[in-house]
Each structure stands twice: as structure tokens, then as C-alpha cells.
């Protein structure tokens, strides 16, 4: 055999056996990459979220995404159901007699994710830095309101305000901006609204990987001072659109989707109904409300706008445009929330013969043979704007335009963009606007805080109420109470009299929804509208 041969079938003989080899390697592979995506199937919890999760910054705001945000950063104290205040990262606090000192009793123990220490002169440093960023942060009441902040020792911190402000310790529990990086987070500058250096918080969670776009990998902070969770990893899938989230639900490659408008009600109610999935519901977070701009002349009236309550059927309006997912509103603020309990308002119900009635009283007579009421020659024609992306507002405007189309009132509707909307209702460009509260834990307080300031479209509403002035006096005293007797006293008057008067409807107590796989457990919803829900989960194995 001639040497070419040879060499020709020892090349060949080599190729083969390479073949061969890369063959098993990638079985190998294989196997090791099934064996870890199993086991990270049994260790880790994946979700889907619309947008990215942000640069994960505890003292800015959009694009970060508060869920993520309250994942790897605490607060002092936590909002708990009831609207009750526990503590968190101070185990204790004292609120002086005037109400204007508040000095924290911080944990000790505590470490940040990097192993450094929490405490006073951190928190001192968080506290500052978002103070020297004061007109970023301001719509948060007690930020304007502190005079300074006090190392008393290693863990013990003091806040002292300029003038009692009661909701100071409920605003120390929402997402941000007052929760605490640690030292190697800060840039050198000190000034965290440029961005910080890597996150690095006290919370159950660690973000270990991060794919813009794409992917947010967080593992459970094995040395976390409170209760460890029970799955060793979060991922965090970013998937803009809807449908192709439910296309990966359904396929198993999400364990759950969760949130607000994440999933059309229509698709929640169909998934639960296969039996396949587990589904919950949540308590109110917060009430779709209708506000009108008192300052048009049709709605300056309190007839006309009773009128408009008790012409449209609320409960099939509700039942009807969210597939019984959401539940009629009769108060303007969740009763969940505090202070909420003991409003005695008049109870509107659906009567039609009624709403003619208040408005042939009012003046608005219906012509023979006109389909719109009329008074000095004026039609009794009203808008109302929605925001053009949200179903649900399209729909109820819909239902209403019909609704009130029978007692003669002409409704035309405008869908618009969420930033024109917004605007328009700031500007009081607007005959009646769709609007929904913030929710816990912000309110009531900063509701009140919104309907009595200008540059929002509730003084607007409220500018026809004879007792307007009164009403704004009675919500600047609310938050400089120190007495919780009085403050209860004067939610429940001033709550009454705002809804009682019509200018703002309630609809329906929004809900969050959550649909998970069958082996998911111990799923629970917090009381606070913008914390995660993952500690307490379980994966059955």
C-alpha cells in the first residue's frame, strides 16, 4: 500500500474519531445542560415582566422597576395589611409628643449583600444624598418637610422634620425613593440620580445576572438577616408583548404571571377556566373613578352629576367589562385602606326614573322628539377622555355613552394617550376623566394631597362644593395631627362630603391578578400595591 493511501486513511481514521468525540462531548453537554435546566426547574421560579427591570437604583424612578427595586432593597419599616406599620430594618422607633422627631431604633446585625455593616451613619448617608436631590423626590410629602438627619449612634438614627407630618412613617415603607444601598454602591461623587455603582441592598435577593432587555437572574441572599426564601432563584424574563407572554405560560416555560394588566381579564378567566393552573385574585388596590371638572357649565350642577350616578348600571357595567374580576365601587378609596372603615356616604344605586327626574329639576328638558336634553338653547352634551390603551376604560366609556344616551345626555368619548391624558387633566382640559388613586401604601393621605393641590384636575372637580375652602383647610390639618381620634374624624368628614357632592364616581376596586403552574405554592399578594411577592413561595419537587 503506498504511503498516500495510508496517510489518506490515518486522516480519515482521525476525522472520525474527532467526529466521534465532538459527538459524545455535545451528548455530554446535553445531558449537563437538561440536568441544570432541570435543576434550575426545581430551584427557580421564572416570570415573565413587560419591560426591562431598570439599573436597579434604590433612589430613582422609572425605568427601574419597583418590583425588582423592592427585591434587593428595605425599607425602615414595612406596610403590612390593615395598613398597619411593622418594622424592617428598625426593629423599633419613637415619635416625639410634637410630632416632628422620629429617632430609629435600627436592627442590629444586619449586613448588606457585600458583607458590610448596616447602620446609622448608612443610613444618614442614603438619607442625604436623596435630600440633595430634595426637588427630584418632593412629591413624597415628608421629604420637603425634614429639617435633618442625626447619627445618635452606631443604631440609633433620628429624622427631624420642620412641622408634624403624620404620614412620615407610612411614606418611610414605600419602594423609593428612602431605601438603602450599601457603601460600594454609591459613585464616588456620592450623588446616586447618576446611577450607582452595582446593587448591593440588605433585601432576601441578589441580582447575579443581568441582560438588558432580556433577562434579570436573582439569587436569594443565603446570609439575609430576615426569613431566607424558599427558591434559590428568580428569573425575570422581559416579554412586551401579552400574547406571546401567555404563549410561554402556557407552553411551562413561565411558572407564573403576575401584576396589573399583565394578562387581559378575558385571558385570565379563560386560563383559569382549563383547571390546569392555579389563579388568585387581590384585595382592592385601588377604585376607577370618574372625575368631573365642575368648572364646565353642564357639570356645575350637583343635580346633573347625581344624575349621571344613578343613570348607568355600575354593577353590569363592572361585571360586564371586566368578566366579574372586579367588583362595583361605593367609595371612592378602598375601605382596605386606613382611615376608610367609617365613611358614611349616601349609597348611590341604579335607578333611571330618578336621574330624569334630578335633571328635569335641574332645568334639562327633553324636546318632543330630541334624543339630547336642552336648556337655553344649550344641548346637554359632555366628554369624556380614556386613555386609548387601556380596554377596560374604552369599554366602561362605551357602556356609558349608551347608558346616559337613554336619560338624554349626549357623552362623546375620545380615547388619547396615557402623557396627553395626564396632561390634559393637570391643564383641566377636560369635562370628565377616567382616574384611579394610588393605592397603598400612598393613600389616603396623598389623595387628599392630590385633590387639594393645583396642578391636578381634582381642584377642578371639587371647585363648584360651596364648602371647597373648608374642605382644603381640613385636608392641610390631616397629615399635622398628632391626635389619631381627630385624624379619623376628619377623613371620615371630609371623605363624605367630597364623594357625597359627585364630582368624583367611583367604578370598580381594581385588582392584581396572578395565574401560576400547579406545582408553584404559597403564592400571597402584600399588602403594599408595589412590593414583590416571592419570599413566601414555594416549588413542590
Not at 422627631?101 to 442590629?108: K, N
Not at 399583565?262 to 383547571?275: A, C, M, N
Not at 377642578?460 to 371647597?468: D, Q, R, V
Request: charged content about 25%.
Amino acid at each position: 500500500m503506498s504511503k498516500g493511501k495510508i496517510s489518506l486513511k490515518i486522516k480519515l481514521a482521525f476525522m472520525f474519531i474527532l467526529i466521534l468525540s465532538t459527538l459524545l462531548v455535545g451528548c455530554s453537554n446535553a445531558n449537563n445542560e437538561e440536568s441544570t435546566s432541570k435543576g434550575n426547574r426545581d430551584n427557580m421560579l421564572t416570570i415573565a415582566w413587560p419591560r426591562d427591570v431598570g439599573e436597579m437604583n434604590p433612589h430613582v424612578y422609572n425605568p427601574s422597576q419597583l418590583f425588582a427595586q423592592s427585591m434587593v432593597y428595605e425599607p425602615l419599616v414595612s406596610y403590612q395589611a390593615g395598613g398597619k406599620i411593622k418594622p424592617n430594618l428598625a426593629k423599633s422607633w419613637e415619635i416625639s409628643e410634637d410630632g416632628k422627631v422620629y429617632t430609629f431604633h435600627l436592627r442590629e446585625g444586619v449586613k448588606f449583600s457585600d458583607g458590610t455593616d448596616f447602620n446609622a451613619e448608612i443610613v444618614k448617608k442614603n438619607f442625604d444624598t436623596i435630600l440633595n436631590n430634595k426637588e427630584l423626590h418632593s412629591w413624597l410629602g415628608f421629604i420637603t418637610k425634614i429639617a435633618q438627619t442625626e447619627v445618635v449612634d452606631k443604631n440609633t438614627f433620628k429624622l427631624t422634620l420642620t412641622e408634624p407630618y403624620y404620614p412620615t412613617i407610612q411614606e418611610l415603607a414605600v419602594v423609593r425613593p428612602v431605601r438603602f444601598l450599601g457603601e460600594a454602591g454609591f459613585p464616588k461623587d456620592g450623588d446616586t440620580s447618576k446611577g450607582i455603582v452595582k446593587p448591593v441592598g440588605t433585601g432576601p435577593w441578589i441580582l447575579e445576572k443581568y441582560k438588558a432587555d432580556e433577562y434579570a437572574i436573582y439569587k436569594r441572599n443565603e446570609n439575609y438577616w430576615g426569613e431566607i426564601p424558599k427558591i434559590e432563584k428568580i428569573k425575570v424574563k422581559v416579554i412586551p408583548d401579552a400574547e406571546t407572554r401567555v404563549l410561554a405560560f402556557e407552553k411551562g416555560d413561565l411558572d407564573m404571571i403576575y401584576g396589573e394588566g399583565v394578562v387581559s381579564l378575558d385571558t385570565f378567566k379563560q386560563l383559569k377556566s382549563t383547571g390546569k393552573y392555579e389563579t388568585r385574585v387581590s384585595e382592592p388596590i385601588a377604585t376607577r373613578q370618574l372625575v368631573m371638572n365642575t368648572k364646565t357649565e353642564q357639570l356645575s350642577d350637583e343635580r346633573v352629576r347625581q344624575a349621571l350616578h344613578y343613570g348607568f348600571n355600575k354593577e353590569a357595567l363592572v361585571k360586564g367589562v371586566t368578566s366579574g374580576l372586579e367588583e362595583k365601587a361605593d367609595h371612592i378609596l378602598p375601605a382596605n385602606l386606613p382611615y376608610t372603615k367609617d365613611v358614611d356616604v349616601k349609597l348611590v344605586k341604579y335607578n333611571v326614573e330618578k336621574a330624569k327626574a334630578l335633571l328635569d329639576k335641574a332645568g334639562w328638558k327633553l324636546p318632543k322628539g330630541k334624543t339630547v336634553r336642552e336648556k337655553d338653547g344649550k344641548l346637554l352634551e359632555i366628554d369624556l377622555m380614556y386613555d386609548s390603551a387601556e380596554s377596560i376604560q374604552k369599554a366602561m366609556a362605551e357602556t356609558l355613552q349608551s347608558e346616559w344616551a337613554a336619560i338624554g345626555v349626549k357623552l362623546n368619548i375620545e380615547g388619547v394617550e396615557l402623557p396627553d391624558q395626564v396632561q390634559r387633566f393637570k391643564d383641566n382640559k377636560f369635562d370628565i376623566n377616567f382616574y384611579s388613586n394610588f393605592g397603598a401604601p400612598y393613600d389616603p393621605h396623598t389623595f387628599l394631597n392630590i385633590v387639594s393641590s393645583k396642578g391636578y384636575g381634582f381642584n377642578e372637580a371639587i371647585s363648584a362644593y360651596p364648602n371647597k375652602d373648608e374642605l382644603i383647610k381640613q385636608m392641610a390639618k390631616v397629615p399635622q395631627t398628632t391626635d389619631e381620634k381627630e385624624r379619623q374624624q376628619l377623613y371620615s368628614s371630609i371623605l363624605k362630603s367630597i364623594q357625597d357632592q359627585g364630582a368624583i364616581i367611583p367604578i370598580s376596586y381594581m385588582k392584581k391578578t396572578a395565574i401560576y403552574q400547579k406545582n408553584v405554592t404559597n403564592f400571597n399578594f402584600p399588602a403594599n400595591r408595589d412590593e414583590n411577592p416571592f419570599t413566601g413561595i414555594s416549588i413542590k419537587q
